[in-house]
């Protein structure tokens, strides 16, 4: 990861000096790095513990895309915080937050094209374009909160589990070419994926510290898998005085934190939890197929990392 920070680093290097002061003030914020972690460890696992030149390309490509889009949802979502710092466009405006997501996007396809990664790219590619549906499927539907469980499942594939799974993928695809585990870890993250944004979901229902306050997915209108379970297994009334409330009231903190109340009642974070929990296990069952390695066990580890964190 230390030998991976200084190739990202080179990776977002640029001849703009207000583009190299903003490149190392993210890299300076950096947050978990799990999606490298990612590339690293599935590559590790598929070729006895080695990587290669190829191997750090995919993780910098991941981490260049996955930061052009934080910065550029951030600018969506009108958010001044990031990780606990100000957003880039908190500190300089929407206009050049938007133009270093750009910057950054550009970075990432040609270090596969610069290096002939056509393959790489693909992968990449793809994710780019999930990621930009999903996004517009998740407004689309939060305009009519007509939701159900499996365009959530779409959604959330599309737009989280995709570059999760991309990172598997990318980190299979740089030390092998053998397609049939190249598709086995692509599912793989895809899976993990799937539980993470879940477990984002959660966080929205709980009072912990984790550097996102409570009920903004309400306040957003986004409609994630506990309000879904809540507005399917309650009454009509019900339904409609909490469809009203995201509609018209989401901005009230009261209100927010009766639906808040309300989806807890209706059983909707147990029945989100034991959702993850079941992609937690099809992702451990899947990794099970492989050898039991250091590297498989540090996989694991990351798989009951996405159910566990805090943050």
Same mark, same amino acid.
């Given at each position: 990861?230390?030998?991976?920070?200084?190739?990202?680093?080179?990776?977002?290097?640029?001849?703009?000096?207000?583009?190299?002061?903003?490149?190392?003030?993210?890299?300076?914020?950096?947050?978990?790095?799990?999606?490298?972690?990612?590339?690293?460890?599935?590559?590790?696992?598929?070729?006895?513990?080695?990587?290669?030149?190829?191997?750090?390309?995919?993780?910098?490509?991941?981490?260049?895309?996955?930061?052009?889009?934080?910065?550029?949802?951030?600018?969506?979502?009108?958010?001044?915080?990031?990780? *606990?710092?100000?957003?880039?466009?908190?500190?300089?405006?929407?206009?050049?937050? !938007?133009?270093?997501?750009?910057?950054?996007?550009?970075? *990432?396809?040609?270090?596969?094209?610069?290096?002939?990664?056509?393959?790489?790219?693909?992968?990449?590619? !793809?994710?780019?374009?999930?990621?930009? #549906?999903?996004?517009?499927?998740?407004?689309?539907?939060?305009? @009519?909160?007509?939701?159900?469980?499996?365009?959530?499942?779409?959604?959330?594939?599309?737009?989280?589990?995709?570059?999760?799974?991309?990172?598997?993928?990318?980190?299979?695809?740089?030390?092998? =070419?053998?397609?049939?585990?190249?598709?086995?870890? @692509?599912?793989?993250? #895809?899976?993990?994926?799937?539980?993470?944004?879940?477990?984002?979901?959660?966080?929205?229902?709980?009072? #912990?510290?984790?550097?996102?306050?409570?009920?903004?997915?309400?306040?957003? =209108?986004?409609?994630?898998?506990?309000?879904?379970?809540?507005?399917?297994?309650?009454?009509?009334? #019900?339904?409609?005085?909490?469809?009203?409330?995201?509609?018209?009231?989401?901005?009230?903190?009261?209100?927010?934190?009766?639906?808040?109340?309300?989806?807890?009642?209706?059983? *909707?974070?147990?029945?989100?939890? =034991?959702?993850?929990?079941?992609?937690?296990?099809?992702?451990?069952?899947?990794?099970?197929?492989?050898?039991?390695?250091?590297?498989?066990?540090?996989?694991?580890?990351?798989?009951?990392?996405?159910?566990?964190?805090?943050?």
């Amino acid at each position: 990861m230390e030998l991976f920070e200084k190739k990202f680093l080179l990776a977002m290097s640029s001849r703009v000096a207000l583009l190299n002061t903003i490149t190392y003030y993210i890299v300076n914020r950096k947050g978990k790095q799990m999606r490298p972690m990612f590339v690293f460890l599935t590559a590790k696992l598929l070729n006895d513990g080695v990587v290669n030149e190829r191997t750090y390309r995919g993780a910098s490509v991941i981490e260049l895309i996955h930061t052009a889009t934080l910065v550029h949802d951030d600018v969506v979502d009108d958010s001044n915080r990031r990780r *606990g710092f100000f957003s880039i466009n908190a500190l300089w405006k929407n206009k050049i937050a !938007v133009l270093v997501g750009d910057f950054l996007l550009s970075k *990432g396809l040609l270090l596969c094209i610069d290096n002939k990664d056509f393959d790489l790219l693909e992968i990449i590619s !793809v994710a780019v374009r999930e990621m930009s #549906e999903g996004e517009l499927l998740q407004i689309e539907k939060a305009r @009519r909160l007509d939701i159900v469980e499996d365009i959530y499942y779409d959604i959330i594939r599309k737009k989280t589990a995709t570059l999760i799974a991309s990172c598997c993928a990318l980190g299979a695809c740089s030390v092998s =070419q053998n397609k049939a585990a190249i598709e086995d870890f @692509r599912k793989f993250g #895809e899976i993990i994926g799937m539980a993470f944004q879940i477990k984002d979901d959660l966080f929205d229902y709980t009072d #912990e510290a984790i550097g996102k306050p409570t009920g903004i997915d309400i306040k957003e =209108q986004k409609m994630t898998l506990p309000l879904i379970y809540a507005l399917n297994h309650c009454t009509p009334q #019900e339904k409609s005085w909490c469809i009203n409330s995201i509609k018209n009231h989401h901005k009230d903190k009261k209100r927010v934190k009766e639906v808040i109340a309300f989806v807890k009642k209706q059983g *909707g974070l147990d029945y989100a939890e =034991q959702k993850m929990i079941q992609f937690k296990e099809e992702a451990l069952q899947l990794l099970h197929t492989y050898p039991d390695t250091e590297y498989r066990q540090a996989l694991e580890l990351m798989v009951n990392y996405v159910i566990d964190r805090k943050i």
